[in-house]
């Protein structure tokens, strides 16, 4: 299983989105895939359904009050086939009371229980550089930082680098597969302005696909499904399915889902 976080430590730079459509495009495209909402705002779960209705959630699996959970009796199936979700609830806010000691809690119950079942485990992050985001990177094998086209956001990535380099420490083996510009809207200047610094601050990390700003994405909580269901041939729709197609070119897997299973068979393991 290939485990990749989405983050960002701040807020609104369309992390949730990013991670909920791609979790959704690898699904449709036949890998067995699994959507871990590790955020309190629970963005990504509102994708798939009523955060409303959640009654268990990602919380009682790490930061439960007694016996933890089993990620079977959390995870829930979506109307995107071979993909699962991992809902998250606001009770995930405690997390941080575990202190240091819960970080790994994550990485245990992912490689215990579901890294045999799934191809892919995409992992929404909370917009901060807390505990839950340290055991997000513990738990993975990749990163990608979705970047809103604007100079500060921009200038916020350096920050979450030094995140990533120190959990290295930990998790030898993490790797930051590349950021993505997301929300680009052509009709300003800063924001053509903020690809080219992204551009340069990581040449060779940063993705072709830029995700342009639309309404019909801010539709997708609302609606609760993901945008391939309602959209599918609209640009945002388009732009997430180009995105994926470079995730598994960086990945070294071959765009035919056959040969990209047999690779995943034998290649990494989170």
Request: charged share 20%; proline share 4%.
């Amino acid at each position: 299983m290939i485990t990749i976080t989405i983050a960002n430590q701040k807020g609104g730079v369309g992390k949730s989105t990013t991670a909920s459509i791609t979790a959704a495009e690898l699904g449709m495209r036949g890998y067995r895939t699994l959507l871990v909402d590790a955020d309190p705002q629970a963005n990504a779960t509102s994708v798939f359904l009523d955060p409303a209705d959640v009654t268990i959630s990602l919380a009682d699996v790490i930061c439960p009050k007694d016996q933890p959970a089993t990620l079977e009796s959390v995870i829930v199936t979506t109307q995107v086939p071979e993909l699962d979700l991992l809902p998250a609830t606001l009770n995930l806010a405690t997390y941080d009371r575990g202190g240091a000691s819960s970080v790994g809690r994550l990485r245990k119950a992912l490689r215990d229980e579901v890294a045999h079942i799934y191809d892919f485990c995409l992992i929404d992050t909370a917009p901060n550089l807390g505990l839950l985001l340290s055991a997000s990177l513990t738990a993975s094998n990749h990163v990608i930082i979705p970047v809103q086209a604007s100079a500060w956001a921009v200038g916020a990535v350096s920050e979450l680098l030094k995140v990533i380099e120190e959990t290295k420490d930990t998790n030898e083996n993490l790797n930051l597969l590349g950021t993505v510009c997301t929300m680009l809207d052509q009709r300003t200047n800063v924001a053509g302005q903020s690809y080219i610094w992204l551009r340069d601050m990581l040449p060779d990390k940063i993705f072709n696909t830029i995700i342009h700003r639309t309404a019909k994405l801010e539709d997708c909580p609302i609606r609760h499904e993901p945008i391939q269901i309602f959209a599918p041939g609209s640009r945002a729709a388009q732009n997430y399915a180009d995105l994926t197609d470079e995730i598994l070119e960086r990945l070294g897997l071959a765009l035919n889902r056959e040969n990209s299973l047999r690779l995943l068979a034998g290649g990494e393991k989170s």
